[in-house]
């Protein structure tokens, strides 16, 4: 089964968004994604300009989830300010 890969970033006293996604290689697993190290912006919907404030607390934060049809999926967290990360992944049906 193809499977994808997403980085998940959870801002404060706001949504849970996705900052990059991927499909794993059908063959091998493989993936690679890049994420920011800084704070993300964040702002609300209203009337334009719309102002953005850093979110601190989320910098750097981030949940990896694998999953492809058929097998559940798989949540572990990672905190980019500790560096590059290799976070493998064993789908079970």
Same mark, same amino acid.
Do not use: C, E, M
């Given at each position: 089964?193809?499977?994808?890969?997403?980085?998940?970033?959870?801002?404060?006293?706001g949504?849970?968004?996705?900052? !990059?996604?991927?499909? !794993?290689?059908?063959?091998?697993? %493989?993936?690679?994604?890049?994420?920011?190290t800084?704070?993300?912006? *964040?702002?609300?919907?209203?009337?334009?300009?719309?102002?953005?404030? %850093?979110?601190?607390?989320? %910098?750097?934060k981030?949940?990896?989830? !694998?999953?492809?049809?058929?097998?559940?999926?798989?949540?572990?967290?990672?905190? !980019? %300010?500790?560096?590059?990360?290799?976070?493998? *992944?064993?789908?079970?049906?």
């Amino acid at each position: 089964a193809q499977g994808d890969v997403r980085v998940t970033q959870a801002i404060p006293s706001g949504p849970t968004v996705t900052v !990059a996604a991927q499909g !794993a290689d059908a063959t091998t697993g %493989a993936y690679a994604l890049s994420v920011p190290t800084v704070a993300p912006l *964040f702002g609300k919907y209203g009337t334009l300009p719309i102002a953005t404030t %850093a979110q601190a607390t989320a %910098a750097g934060k981030y949940s990896v989830v !694998a999953g492809a049809t058929g097998y559940q999926t798989q949540t572990v967290v990672y905190d !980019a %300010a500790t560096g590059d990360a290799v976070k493998n *992944f064993t789908l079970t049906p």
